[in-house]
């Protein structure tokens, strides 16, 4: 087998040049005969190792909260550069508080979960341990143990998207809390309208919230359904939004259906529902909407 | 709305042959770009018929060499089989840092590879998550301004920073062709649901999504919801098999997926724990049709589609004696099995791996 490309030969040259750019590391032979003859090898060329000094971090690990449920469905990474798509499911892992590697603990990848930028990596834990009832439940049973700690650890080996690897490894540990299993109701929800205009909006979930799902699935609009323009910021904990508008009007906050906790409990419905249980029944609404 | 666009791939992902060639012989090819959540059609010119089948050893070493780089550097990520030349398409993610990128690789039935020039051929492409959901009436307004590509935008004379869609991406685990369209299963990295995705060929801009979850009726207590791995069309285009992670094997009629409500699988298999299934296809075999999964840890599994029928659901817990693991299947002696797509009902080409380097063969309904 050759490697694809083109050969233009001269009078006292043949030049090759490769149909795909050569990659760091790589080593190739040159193999040639004269008529007649057998193959021989030529020569040998080695692409010489990237030399780029890495500059590329993690910028943040998601959940940001101290306690994660022991259901938690997903951590999400935070680059401050582009990744390379597929190298990243060699280079993350999760472990206990002993440093143990909770092995099957994470859904395994491909595919890889990156947003446009290639910058947001979703990394999501194996739904069969966490639903219960299911074998992998029963028998390896639940990822994550309550009472204990668990830590995601991206290696630094994960190459950014010029092929360096991280400045450093990076972890993000937190404590394993009491599973949640029950729908999000954002009518208990303690929210703190404002009395005038300069005041704020401030929004006390019944507990943590999916940090980006609450930037896409939870709207302040005025009475006419128009987005109120305005400044919104979620504490570390995303267990409280605040936001600051522009201007003065009657607010309403529409929160959508799916809308998820830590554990991928919905407005919607709860992830892991239990049919004898009533309250575990969801809603078929779209949205939900407070209003004052 | 620009689903349509003529482009090319920046990952590879699945790939499949549309069945049927034009009245000219040309053959479409779906690859699925899993980096940009898209589907490109391309176009390829007609091929000489061929009735022989493909065995290539050493395949991951010629394909690494082909496209120079390391074998670790050149991944399969999709196979497909040529419907008239039965040339074999394998998706490849090829290199690694600023040079990597997709590449597909034609193997011939005479066991020789080249590399299939994609900007030479027409193509049209497919977007998925810019494509309109049925139910989905939502703003994708976000308006903390916190996104990097927010722009200011006037709204009743108020200026709004507004970023749309910052964050939903889809990633493709699937494709299947049933009934004339193309279904893509996938999954998201927000909301953690299934959705299947009916698109029609030419792209229009449009699909229909329906929501399909499975009751992972183990023991008929919690319903769950997971997304689908690997899917096929059998029973003559009437229904979709899929396999999802840890590994249940579900059944839909194709009639139920309409795009209108939440539709409920059913489950006729329990593979077992701690794996995950590669590939689906079906064949037939002294006119009885099977089902073939490949998976990362259970061997090579064969399912009579008949019994697919007359299993049904799944209901009793793994944990108590009586529980059932749902239709029978055999466990087949070729070991290594990943990537599978079908020659012609009767016969399967399979990526095999022998722990050193992995192989292309041909596997006749005979010898499943």
């Given amino acids: 087998m050759t490697t694809a490309g083109s050969w233009e030969i001269s009078e006292d040259a043949a030049r090759f040049t490769p149909r795909f750019a050569a990659a760091p590391g790589t080593r190739y032979v040159v193999i040639g005969r004269e008529p007649g003859q057998a193959w021989r090898e030529v020569a040998r060329v080695a692409v010489p190792e990237s030399d780029r000094v890495s500059s590329t971090i993690v910028e943040t690990i998601e959940p940001s909260v101290n306690s994660v449920p022991a259901n938690l469905l997903r951590f999400a990474v935070n680059f401050s550069a582009p990744i390379e798509e597929g190298s990243a499911t060699a280079h993350v892992r999760l472990v206990d508080e002993t440093g143990a590697i909770l092995a099957g603990a994470l859904l395994e990848m491909p595919p890889e979960l990156w947003d446009r930028d290639r910058r947001r990596l979703t990394v999501l834990l194996e ?28 290696a630094a080996g994960i190459r950014d998207a010029e092929g360096s690897p991280l400045v450093s490894e990076a972890r993000r540990t937190c404590r394993v809390g009491a599973p949640i299993r029950s729908r999000i109701d954002p009518t208990k929800w303690d929210v703190r309208w404002p009395s005038n205009p300069s005041e704020p909006l401030v929004v006390s979930f019944d507990r943590p919230l999916d940090r980006a799902l609450v930037q896409r699935y939870v709207r302040v609009l005025d009475r006419g359904g128009n987005p109120v323009a305005g400044q919104g910021s979620l504490d570390n904990e995303v267990q409280r939004w605040t936001f600051t508008p522009a201007v003065a009007e009657e607010l309403t906050i529409h929160v959508d259906a799916r809308l998820e906790d830590l554990a991928g409990n919905s407005v919607r419905r709860v992830f892991d529902r239990d049919l004898h249980l009533a309250e575990d029944d969801g809603i078929n609404a779209a949205e939900v909407v407070l209003t004052r | 709305m620009p689903s349509i666009a003529t482009s090319t791939l920046l990952s590879a992902g699945p790939v499949l042959f549309a069945p049927d060639t034009s009245s000219g012989g040309t053959a479409v ?55 008239v030349s039965h040339a074999v398409y394998l998706s490849i993610a090829r290199g690694r840092g600023a040079e990597a990128g997709p590449a597909i690789v034609r193997v011939g039935t005479d066991g020789s590879l080249s590399v299939v020039e994609l900007e030479d051929l027409p193509s049209t492409s497919f977007a998925l998550d810019d494509a309109p959901a049925a139910d989905d009436e939502r703003l994708d307004h976000w308006l903390d301004g916190s996104d990097p590509s927010s722009q200011p935008r006037e709204i009743h004379g108020v200026t709004l920073n507004i970023a749309q869609v910052p964050v939903q991406r889809s990633s493709i685990t699937g494709l299947a062709w049933v009934g004339g369209t193309l279904f893509v299963a996938g999954l998201s990295n927000e909301e953690f649901s299934s959705r299947l995705r009916q698109i029609a060929y030419p792209f229009d801009g449009t699909a229909t999504e329906t929501s399909v979850e499975i009751f992972h ?7 769950t919801q997971s997304p689908i791995r690997a899917l096929t069309s059998f029973d003559n285009g009437r229904s979709i098999l899929a396999s999802y992670t840890c590994t249940p094997v579900v059944q839909f009629s194709l009639d139920q997926l309409t795009g209108e409500s939440l539709v409920r699988g059913r489950t006729v298999a329990e593979l077992g724990p701690m794996n995950q299934p590669f590939s689906l296809v079906s064949y037939d075999r002294d006119g ?58 009767g016969s399967i080409v399979v990526v095999q791996d022998d722990g050193v380097d992995t192989a292309l063969r041909t596997f006749r309904a005979a010898d499943l």
């Fill in chain 2, 288 to 345: 009885e049709e099977f089902l073939l999964v490949s998976n990362t840890r259970h061997p090579l599994l064969k399912i009579p589609a008949a019994s697919i029928a007359v299993q049904d659901a799944l209901t009793v817990p793994m944990s108590e004696p009586d529980h059932s693991l749902g239709i029978p299947r055999e466990n087949l002696d070729h070991p290594g099995v990943t990537w599978m797509a079908n020659l012609d009902r």
């Fill in chain 2, 29 to 83: 090819l779906f690859a699925a770009d899993v980096a940009r959540a898209a589907i490109v059609a391309f176009e390829l010119p007609a091929e000489a018929p061929s009735d022989s089948a493909v065995t290539v050893e050493h395949l991951g070493t010629k394909v690494a060499t082909l496209l120079g780089v390391e074998r670790a550097d050149a991944v399969i990520r999709g196979m497909a089989v040529h419907p």
């Fill in chain 2, 217 to 223: 009726v183990d023991h008929g207590k919690y319903e």
């Fill in chain 1, 127 to 154: 739904p069969g341990r966490i639903k219960r009832g299911l074998r992998p439940n029963a028998e390896a049973g639940p990822p994550l143990r309550e009472g204990g700690t668990v830590t995601l650890v991206v």
